[in-house]
């Protein structure tokens, strides 16, 4: 049975006889895996959050102008937003920027504070741009149909960039993941090169491009009941990577299910695991991650890299 104290003796140990080399190969798994995040901080944060966020809102509908109707005044120019074309558009930007010219603003019969004569004139200069715009052959149709053409080439960058982001996550960082991992691996039985980095890329790239993508797939279902059933199998598919990286001809199926026999019994001392590292990261983040990045990362997944030596050992007994 393995013990905290031993994995972190071992990690160290590991860590300093290859030091340099640690520090950038933990750099790159971080920036790909993201660091850890604390609950409770998180929701206590999001709570005052959201408590400032709900009193500023109040506040600013006290303020608030009614715009809740069909119709708006400006100035006395009346516009019907039911029916309102390009002209319409126009007579509405030239009475505000004829207000502000004026120093009198009026919109649905409450005046507006106009006092930054600087932003005013900002203002004044991007209306009269658009104003100089020929809009009265457009209908209220075109700019219906402008404004859902705008929405969705937005939306069809936005669908863009998410599946590149997922097909780089996929084929590119889950291998990057699998070979980090296995450096660490090597490191804690010898002085490893950074060249087993690539490991994650050969020999079987496309299988550990699989395999991930099923780990997280399966990880992603169980997510889905609830976080807690997420969490557990979190920890059950933890030694995916190391499994890959080490036993590269082993399958998909395989290796997810020797991870499962890996962690059988050990999820709660390897949750407590992790919770042994929230004082360096505190310490990590009131440095503004510099300790983080030359100490606390590579150690960290240096004892990981112990812990699954550990549990190797084990399961072949």
Known sequence: ???????????????????????????????????????????????????????????ANEEALDLSGDTLNINGVEI??????????????????EGLTS????????????????????????????????????SHEDLGNLATGVLAAIGGVLLFIVIITVLIKIFVFNPLVVGCEGFFTVNSREKADLGEIKRGFSPRWMHNVGTMLLKDIFLCLWSMLFVIPGLIKAYSYAMVPFILA???????????????????????????????????????????????VFYVNPYIYATYAELYNSLKGVTAE
């Not at 932003?119 to 457009?138: C, G, M, P, R």
């Not at 299910?257 to 004082?279: A, C, E, P, Q, Y």
Request: aromatic letters at 6%.
């Open 103 to 138: 120093g009198k603003l009026n919109i649905n019969g409450q005046d507006i504070d106009i006092s930054d004569a600087e932003a005013v004139e900002e203002l004044k200069d991007a209306i009269n741009s658009i104003s100089d715009t020929d809009l009265s052959e457009y």
């Open 246 to 292: 080490d036993n590269p001809d082993l399958g998909a199926t395989e290796a997810i299910t020797l991870s499962r026999k890996m962690m059988n019994g050990n999820k709660w001392k390897t949750f407590v695991l992790d919770l042994s590292f929230i004082g360096w990261e505190l310490l990590s983040l009131i440095t503004c991650g510099i300790v983080g």
């Open 80 to 97: 019907d937003l039911d029916t309102i074309d390009g002209a319409g558009v126009t007579e509405a930007l030239n009475a505000v920027s």
């Open 1 to 59: 049975m393995w013990t905290r104290k031993e994995l972190k003796e071992k990690a160290k140990s590991a860590f300093k006889t290859n030091y340099w080399r640690c520090v950038i190969a933990a750099l790159i798994l971080t920036a790909l895996i993201g660091g850890v995040s604390l609950a409770g901080g998180i929701g206590a944060g999001s709570a005052g959050s959201a408590g400032s966020i709900g009193s500023t809102t109040e506040s």
